[in-house]
């Protein structure tokens, strides 16, 4: 069974970085699309990145675009999450999830069958 684990949350200063990851098992992380995907206790999940099962194609959220850099090793089963000049407003639980290799709307939480388990990312100002 697919399993998703992510990891490298934490408490950072407002400017710092962070590098999440997220370490799959099973056959499909290979051919899977993953996305990333944040929430608070006063919002609904909402989509950050995500990435195309090559690891070829990133697609973001606007306000992750000029500081988030998403990636995928399929070597390494591994996709990561690269947060530069993070801010205040970051400050959430951060899963991974996989969804199929061609996933129509890759920001569609609903369309991603597997997810991790979440990482704390809290960014103090």
């Known amino acids: 069974q697919a399993q998703l684990v992510e990891s490298g949350g934490g408490l950072v200063q407002a400017g710092d970085s962070l590098r999440l990851s997220c370490v799959g098992s099973g056959d499909t992380f290979r051919t899977s699309t993953i996305g990333w995907f944040r929430q608070t206790p006063e919002k609904e999940r909402e989509f950050v990145a995500a990435?195309?099962?090559?690891?070829?194609?990133?697609y973001y959220a606007d306000f992750a675009k000029d500081r988030f850099t998403v990636s995928k090793d399929n070597t390494k089963t591994t996709a990561y999450l690269q947060m530069n000049s993070l801010e205040p407003e970051d400050t959430a639980l951060y899963y991974c999830a996989s969804a199929s290799r061609f996933v129509g709307d890759y920001k569609n939480q609903f369309l991603y069958r597997v997810w991790g388990q979440g990482t704390q990312v809290t960014v103090s100002s």
């Open positions: 990435i195309s099962w090559s690891g070829a194609t990133p």
